[in-house]
């Protein structure tokens, strides 16, 4: 029984943490490119 509810709990809190890191990462990715773009054109 406990095994069940540990791995129910745990699926929809895995699922939210990879679309968070994947949220995250592209936000990142957006502002280096973006900085690195800025960059290439003031210089």
């Not at 540990?6 to 280096?32: C, E, H, N």
């Amino acid at each position: 029984m406990k095994e069940c509810c540990k791995k129910g709990d745990v699926k929809p809190q895995s699922k939210l943490k990879i679309w968070a890191t994947r949220i995250i990462w592209g936000i990142v990715i957006l502002l280096v490119i973006t900085i690195a773009t800025i960059q290439m054109f003031n210089y």
